[in-house]
């Protein structure tokens, strides 16, 4: 649809809003625009004619404020909302439609319980790889970028691409680099043998703690497990990932953890894989490697540590490669204006001026190709090249069952509490096990209250709006939900079904907890899994 299109339906709604006003109405004062907004500048003034004894110069009317007649909201984080509020005066002179930039940290969480409800924002600034459970949903719209799709690096845009059908505009990618202390070493390692053999050799000189840092268990030792043939899910011949197809326990990933299983028992790498501590390790020159993404430059900038960044080193299936992500706005299949919201992505985002004001921001390589042409930062071209094989991150729901037996298995390892193979295997059956129930683990309170919580109605054990979450004191709680005065009825769920549920008096299968608010109110819950009794929590 043209933008010539969509003024023109701005334009008829202002017209029928004038239509049926009463004649005798004086005009609305002008709307008050969003507070990092500024006033649309005034046309110059007409110059007035030369004064004569007969003629005076008529006064220059006052410019007319522009009066919205819809509103566009967009969630972002604080990076990107103050560049995105600052095209409000544009876009509302030219689609007379005010543009509402709201600060969000849990973007997605919070789009998920909202857009369903109706209640959502237009247009969500998120991570390629928080979209597969949205799109599975049919919470997010397609985009289409028009006469600029050819400006947008295409593994930006794959990364965002569900079934074909792509859904994203994207900003900027992101990956890991290799990066090494120059003073400690003058020729980088091509090989993980290599790694080792530099690391040892500065360590017995005593001029190094550790031969290598370890900033994490998974994401951040992806380049490791996949030099040795390591990977997590498999494509189908469609190009799309397959959940069937886990890699977690395959030969090269058993192999990566036992180089990691060695060298920790050799005293070469930490075993606390604390990412600020780790850091520090590099900063303050007590290890000669790690591994690091964009958002950790300015920090290892800042300590003064010599450093540059280059290539993974090579392994037994080659050269490893990083996870890639990809940052991107999402349109909200839920919103009334998604023909606005492609407009002002594509008119009033891709353009060099505000791309460039975004990778200058967030310090991620752009995905806007006339920005990435001109970028002179180091160290982001080198990443770049790291990633150049990088494999963008699994976008589908089952990725979410991965990370947290993915690290423990790790995790594990790194503590000499279980061998590489044994890890790796019972963290992938129960990785498995997840994939074909992916409720497997939640503790819900469905009942009577939950469509006033987010819900898409009441008494659904698999809604991720009532789930509850497990405190260290090993209670689950959930809420506070604010709910309308009245009675209502609850039970405890497990995974996200009606197969295991407990009610009065932690009786399995037993009767509904009961509780009244006289009046308007919030609600809380505990449920301790001992002794299967639910605590409902009144004002």
């Known amino acids: 649809m043209s933008k010539r299109f969509l003024l023109s339906i701005v334009l008829l709604f202002a017209v029928i809003l004038a239509a049926c006003a009463p004649a005798a109405t004086p005009s609305p004062e002008a709307t008050e625009p969003p507070a990092a907004a500024t006033e649309p500048p005034a046309a110059e003034p007409t110059k007035a004619p030369e004064p004569t004894a007969t003629t005076a110069p008529e006064p220059t009317a006052a410019p007319t404020a522009v009066e919205p007649v819809g509103k566009l909201t967009i969630w972002a984080d604080d990076t990107r909302a103050p560049i995105l509020q600052e095209l409000a005066p544009a876009f509302l002179e030219t689609y007379q439609v005010e543009l509402v930039v709201e600060l969000k940290s849990s973007i997605r969480d919070d789009?998920?319980?909202?857009?369903?409800?109706?209640?959502?924002?237009?247009?969500?600034?998120?991570?390629h790889d928080q979209a597969g459970t949205l799109v599975a949903n049919g919470l997010l719209?397609?985009?289409?970028?028009?006469?600029?799709?050819?400006?947008?690096?295409?593994?930006?845009?794959?990364?965002?691409?569900?079934?074909?059908?792509?859904?994203?505009?994207?900003?900027?990618?992101?990956?890991?680099?290799?990066?090494?202390?120059?003073?400690?070493?003058?020729?980088?390692?091509?090989?993980w043998d290599e790694v080792v053999t530099i690391g040892e050799a500065l360590k017995n000189e005593g001029k190094v703690t550790y031969i290598m840092a370890l900033t994490g268990t998974t994401y951040d030792l992806y380049p490791l497990f996949t030099a040795f043939g390591g990977y997590i899910f498999g494509k189908d011949d469609k190009g799309n990932y397959n959940p069937e197809d886990l890699g977690l326990d395959n030969e090269g990933m058993i192999a990566a953890l036992t180089w990691v299983a060695d060298n920790?028992?050799?005293?070469n790498l930490p075993t606390d894989t604390d990412w600020a501590n780790n850091h520090a390790l590099f900063?303050?020159?007590?290890?000669?490697?790690i591994m690091a993404g964009p958002w950790a430059l300015d920090r290892i900038r800042q300590s003064?540590?010599?450093?540059?960044?280059?290539?993974?080193?090579?392994?037994?299936a080659g050269e490893g490669f990083p996870f890639a992500g990809t940052q991107g706005f999402f349109i909200s299949s839920q919103s009334e204006n998604v023909l606005l919201a492609q407009a002002f992505l594509t008119e009033f985002v891709a353009t060099e001026e505000v791309m460039q004001k975004l990778y200058e921001a967030g310090k991620r390589p752009s995905a806007f190709i006339p920005v990435l042409e001109k970028t002179d930062d180091p160290d982001l071209a080198a990443m770049g090249e790291a990633g150049r094989n990088a494999t963008m991150m699994p976008a589908i729901p089952a990725m979410g069952s991965v990370w947290g037996n993915w690290n423990d298995a790790v995790t594990l390892v790194i503590q000499g509490k279980q061998e590489p193979e044994a890890a790796l295997k019972d963290g992938a059956t129960k990785i498995r096990n997840l994939i074909a129930n992916p409720l497997t683990g939640m503790v819900n309170v469905p009942g009577s209250y939950q469509a006033q919580a987010g819900c898409s109605g009441d008494w659904q054990p698999e809604c991720a709006a009532t789930q509850m979450t497990k405190g260290?004191?090993?209670?689950?709680?959930?809420?506070?939900?604010?709910?309308?005065?009245?009675?209502?009825?609850?039970?405890?769920?497990?995974?996200?079904?009606?197969?295991?549920?407990?009610g009065v008096d932690?009786?399995?299968?037993?009767?509904?907890?009961?509780?009244?608010?006289?009046?308007?109110?919030?609600?809380?819950?505990?449920f301790d899994p001992e002794t299967k009794l639910l605590n409902i929590i009144l004002p």
């Open 111 to 127: 789009f998920q319980v909202a857009a369903p409800t109706g209640e959502g924002p237009d247009i969500i600034v998120i991570a």
């Open 141 to 191: 719209a397609p985009v289409d970028l028009g006469d600029k799709a050819d400006q947008f690096v295409e593994n930006a845009k794959s990364a965002c691409t569900f079934d074909g059908v792509l859904y994203c505009m994207p900003y900027a990618t992101e990956n890991l680099g290799f990066f090494y202390n120059t003073d400690l070493v003058e020729t980088p390692p091509a090989t």
């Open 264 to 267: 920790v028992a050799k005293g």
């Open 283 to 289: 900063e303050t020159g007590e290890v000669p490697f």
């Open 304 to 316: 003064g540590v010599p450093y540059a960044v280059t290539n993974f080193p090579a392994g037994p």
């Open 472 to 502: 260290d004191d090993g209670i689950w709680r959930s809420g506070p939900f604010a709910l309308k005065a009245g009675d209502y009825e609850v039970k405890v769920a497990l995974d996200g079904s009606w197969t295991v549920n407990y």
């Open 506 to 526: 932690g009786k399995e299968n037993g009767d509904n907890y009961k509780f009244t608010l006289a009046a308007d109110g919030e609600v809380s819950f505990e």
